[in-house]
């Protein structure tokens, strides 16, 4: 497992794909250990990295991650099942706005690391899907620095991401349904939990 972990370091490094920091991802796994989750939902799976690392927190956990890229999608699949994980993570290829999920299925936490652009439109979405004590945790707030300095980026697309990126997070705060934390580790974590129980 460690083996394999550390090839897909390397091969996110060599292709150029974004995975989930280190600090970050151990957060969560801690997470997942203090508050018992065992279901997930992953939006953006990319390679599969974070999933599996999730997956791996504790025996119970089951994981769903969504991603819409399919090479990177038929990455993922590959990973999951050389680290024997195919029992503990279902592997979707979808865009996430455009998957259908059975309102009967609820999860202890939902992760959102996806199309940066889109994080409202996701959290609006899949919020429903939140079990009552549940928690939604996104990843990339800080964006590698740029946000909150969005005014002295010169690249168009790149200032309206971060643009966006700040947009959400006044989002969060002022979410009269969720209580949201932020956590200066890795590239910048949020959690958000119901205000009142469901």
Known sequence: ????????????????????????IAFIM???KDNNVKSILEIGSA??????????????????????????????????????????????FQDALDVNLSEEVKYDLIFIDAAKAQNTRLFEKYKYFLKPKGAIITDNLKFH???????????????????????????????????TKFYDIGDGLSVSTWKDEK
């Open 1 to 24: 497992m460690k083996e394999l972990i550390l090839e897909m370091e390397d091969y996110a490094s060599k292709k150029n794909v974004p995975i989930i920091e280190k600090k970050s």
């Open 30 to 32: 801690k997470y997942i």
């Open 47 to 92: 390679i599969g990295y974070s999933a599996i690392l999730m997956a791996s927190a504790k025996e119970d956990v089951f994981v769903t991650t969504i991603e819409r890229d399919e090479e990177r999608y038929m990455e993922c699949l590959k990973n999951v099942k050389r680290c024997g994980m195919d029992k503990k993570i279902n592997v979707v």
């Open 145 to 179: 620095g740029y946000v909150e300095k969005s005014d002295q980026i010169e690249s168009k697309n790149l200032k309206g991401l971060v643009r966006k990126i700040e947009e959400y997070i006044e989002y969060l705060k002022e979410n009269p349904e969720f209580d």
